[in-house]
């Protein structure tokens, strides 16, 4: 049985990447996500949110004193671009590059215009982010009340294992659904359902 | 049973030379302890986590200053005797305010206690004086950010091959190139043919465009068929 929810969060993971706000990092973030924190990517761009939104009001006041100190302005965006790179915000990132490259023009009004855009990508970056959290946060409990995971999410879940395991391995791995007659390593479905009731089971326990 | 889920098939291939230590917990060494140095609030939550994941354990500071204090060589008299600490690797960022990570480098290769440790610098910015800079001084070597997890895997595992050989008896330190058999860096850009982790140590992205906001997606191969 297909679940609309595991649809709508594979859904609006795929439009965040293909529309730029996220980019591969983010994915890689996401593979941190285990038994011990299965939000650790939630938690991490909370604190992005949190420290960024410091950094943009630091250069909003610096932008507003006269004459401006660019080089304490280009040390702030220089910590934000960083931190943006480290979560995947791509689109974030970017413009805060467009707004560091504008403050070597000393042009204050187009600086101010700039920063405007930041302040509007964050904000944008932020709600689909909270939304698509959201989703994520309500399929754990979904299973958790549910007790049975659904096959997508399996699917998902037993994919996002063999990815990490390759990782950790540094492995090329092929990916197939098989028929369980091919040589090699077979992880069967009911592997897989292991591996996330095992995991499920940790996270009712915490 | 056939289900719309059906079964899936892991083929590895192919399989890659180990040093028969790829996986660690059959390596019966303890628990790598890695130090890392980050000014980044963000950044030293991922380095901890990529760490904590890859069966490290994790001291992570926010200067150079506070790496020093913990390793005890900020010249304060020491009250508690560093006999037992051990550190396997320190990682620390480039630009910090205060002691940049090339500073802590330098003083960890000037005491006699810590020379020996691997330091790898880690930086946002792609810049080639300045990771040969910190490579003549001594780094192991140079990851731009942002970090991934195979990264961290593969700097364990270097790490681990090292102490297996200390415990052997064996003094050669062994180089990441060589491991690799690559050539030194600053030679001619590697060919594409080399994986996308080699290319993070020689020349980072220049498999790819050579503009820092260039973040190519060095992802494992992972092929979905349906």
């Given at each position: 049985?297909?679940?609309?929810?595991?649809?709508q969060i594979?859904?609006?993971?795929?439009?965040?990447?293909?529309?730029?706000?996220?980019?591969?990092?983010?994915?890689?973030?996401?593979?941190?996500d285990d038994?011990d924190?299965?939000?650790?990517?939630?938690?991490?761009?909370?604190?992005?949110?949190?420290?960024?939104a410091?950094l943009?009001?630091?250069?909003?006041?610096?932008?507003?004193?006269?004459?401006?100190?660019?080089?304490?302005?280009?040390?702030?965006?220089?910590?934000?671009?960083?931190?943006?790179?480290?979560?995947?915000?791509?689109?974030?990132?970017?413009?805060?590059t467009?707004?560091?490259?504008?403050?070597?023009?000393?042009?204050?009004?187009?600086l101010?215009v700039?920063?405007?855009?930041?302040?509007?990508?964050h904000a944008?970056?932020?709600?689909?982010?909270?939304?698509?959290f959201?989703l994520?946060?309500?399929?754990?409990?979904?299973?958790?009340?549910?007790?049975?995971?659904?096959?997508?999410h399996?699917e998902?879940?037993?994919?996002?294992?063999?990815?990490k395991m390759?990782?950790?391995?540094?492995?090329?791995?092929?990916?197939?659904?098989?028929?369980?007659?091919?040589?090699?390593?077979?992880?069967?479905?009911?592997?897989?359902?292991?591996?996330?009731?095992?995991?499920?089971?940790?996270?009712?326990a915490? | 049973?056939?289900?719309?889920?059906g079964?899936?098939?892991?083929?590895?291939?192919p399989?890659?030379e180990?040093?028969?230590?790829?996986?660690?917990?059959?390596?019966?060494?303890?628990?790598?302890?890695?130090?890392?140095?980050?000014?980044?609030?963000?950044d030293?939550?991922?380095?901890?986590?990529l760490?904590?994941?890859?069966s490290c354990?994790?001291?992570?500071v926010?200067?150079?200053?506070?790496?020093?204090?913990?390793?005890?060589?900020?010249g304060?008299?020491?009250?508690v005797?560093f006999?037992?600490l051990?550190?396997?690797?320190i990682?620390t960022?480039?630009?910090?305010p205060?002691?940049?990570?090339?500073?802590l480098l330098?003083?960890?290769?000037?005491s006699?206690?810590f020379?020996?440790?691997?330091?790898v610098?880690?930086?946002s910015?792609?810049?080639?004086?300045?990771?040969?800079?910190?490579?003549?001084?001594?780094?192991?070597?140079?990851?731009?950010?942002?970090?991934k997890l195979?990264?961290?895997?593969?700097?364990?595992?270097?790490?681990?091959r090292?102490e297996?050989?200390?415990?052997?008896?064996?003094n050669?330190?062994?180089?990441?190139?060589?491991d690799?058999?690559?050539?030194?860096?600053?030679?001619?850009?590697p060919?594409?043919?080399?994986?996308?982790?080699i290319?993070?140590?020689?020349?980072?992205s220049?498999?790819s465009?050579s503009s820092?906001?260039?973040?190519?997606?060095?992802?494992p191969r992972?092929r979905?068929?349906?």
């Amino acid at each position: 049985m297909e679940s609309t929810l595991q649809q709508q969060i594979s859904a609006m993971k795929q439009s965040l990447l293909d529309e730029g706000f996220v980019d591969g990092h983010f994915v890689e973030l996401e593979l941190l996500d285990d038994g011990d924190n299965p939000q650790f990517t939630e938690e991490i761009v909370a604190l992005f949110f949190a420290d960024s939104a410091h950094l943009i009001a630091d250069v909003e006041k610096e932008i507003a004193n006269d004459p401006i100190n660019y080089v304490k302005v280009d040390k702030i965006l220089h910590q934000f671009k960083g931190s943006s790179s480290s979560v995947g915000a791509n689109r974030v990132r970017l413009q805060g590059t467009k707004l560091r490259e504008s403050c070597k023009d000393g042009d204050v009004e187009s600086l101010k215009v700039s920063l405007k855009q930041l302040k509007e990508e964050h904000a944008t970056l932020k709600e689909k982010l909270d939304t698509y959290f959201q989703l994520v946060k309500q399929l754990r409990s979904e299973e958790k009340t549910v007790g049975h995971p659904n096959e997508e999410h399996v699917e998902m879940l037993a994919e996002n294992q063999l990815t990490k395991m390759a990782i950790t391995k540094d492995e090329e791995v092929d990916v197939v659904k098989g028929t369980g007659n091919e040589p090699g390593k077979v992880v069967t479905e009911e592997e897989a359902v292991k591996v996330v009731s095992d995991e499920s089971a940790l996270i009712v326990a915490n | 049973m056939g289900s719309a889920a059906g079964e899936f098939l892991r083929r590895v291939l192919p399989e890659k030379e180990k040093a028969g230590l790829s996986d660690h917990s059959s390596s019966g060494l303890e628990e790598l302890h890695v130090l890392a140095v980050d000014d980044s609030h963000v950044d030293r939550k991922v380095i901890e986590r990529l760490l904590k994941i890859s069966s490290c354990k994790v001291t992570a500071v926010e200067s150079g200053t506070r790496a020093l204090q913990f390793l005890g060589l900020d010249g304060e008299e020491s009250s508690v005797g560093f006999d037992g600490l051990k550190i396997n690797l320190i990682m620390t960022d480039y630009s910090m305010p205060g002691m940049t990570g090339y500073e802590l480098l330098k003083k960890i290769k000037e005491s006699k206690a810590f020379k020996k440790i691997p330091v790898v610098i880690m930086s946002s910015e792609n810049i080639l004086t300045r990771i040969h800079r910190c490579l003549e001084e001594g780094a192991e070597e140079f990851i731009v950010k942002p970090v991934k997890l195979s990264d961290v895997r593969r700097l364990r595992d270097f790490i681990m091959r090292g102490e297996e050989n200390r415990k052997k008896g064996n003094n050669h330190k062994r180089k990441l190139q060589d491991d690799y058999g690559m050539s030194p860096p600053l030679s001619p850009a590697p060919s594409l043919a080399l994986d996308c982790e080699i290319s993070s140590l020689l020349l980072p992205s220049s498999s790819s465009s050579s503009s820092p906001e260039c973040h190519p997606s060095k992802r494992p191969r992972l092929r979905v068929e349906d």
